[in-house]
């Protein structure tokens, strides 16, 4: 397992009840968190890994995190490796809207994935899913993420493991329409204090600005005349707290 960096485009296409669409250009990280990428103490601030975080934010690692939530619900991490596409914290600062975990057994075969999502609203949530052969998984929405949706419908999500390319998809589902699709695509990059460097210059404090830019397409939006779906209590999943 090799840590790299993707400088990526995110997508995101809603159909219905209003046509909208964005770009956004950033960079993600992949890396095993056990094993987070050694870095020069003076860019240390361009990439914290945080278990705070992550999962309940009350773990001592990231994969502990992940492992009390996968015991919570009936698996096994054991000796697995992971592999975790995320966003580092950027001067302190970090907003994740989608971190995924690839688990594989010791033998290499998968265990599962996990996508863990997290809202403006300082709420996350997370969806186990054992993916076919093609990283494809469905699963029910169960957490409020855009304040323009309910909880209702369901995930159609292609997660393969990422490799020279990443290539993610999450579709949402309702009434057999598919309303809103969110894409994620890049490029792998080794990571070197080089490449580091020229992705923070070329996209500076990466996570602050896609937080803003949440923010005021949700603005956009509500211009737009889209009614705001009321926000349900949230509950913290049993492995999560």
Known sequence: MVNALYPCTIAHVRSAPVKYAFR???????IDPDRPPPLPAALSLLAG???????GGTAPTI???????????GVDLAD???QMLTQARVFGHVFNP???????????TPLCTVA???????????????PDAGGRASTGKEFYVSPFF??????RMRLPEPGPRLELAVHLERAGMRPFTATVRGVRRPVTPRVLLRLALRHPWSTAVVSVAIRLHGIRLLLRGLPVRPRPRHTAQEGMQ
Request: glycine letters at 8%.
């Open 80 to 82: 697995a490796t992971v």
């Open 24 to 30: 956004h250009r950033t960079y993600l990280w992949l």
């Open 63 to 73: 994969r502990a995190g992940l492992s009390r939530f996968l015991a919570a619900n």
């Open 150 to 155: 309910g909880v209702d419908g369901a995930y």
């Open 49 to 55: 890994f945080d278990p705070r975080d992550h999962f």
């Open 98 to 108: 989608l971190t995924v975990y690839w688990c594989r057994r010791a033998d290499g």
């Open 116 to 130: 863990e999502v997290h809202n403006t609203y300082g709420e996350r949530h997370c969806y186990l899913l054992h």
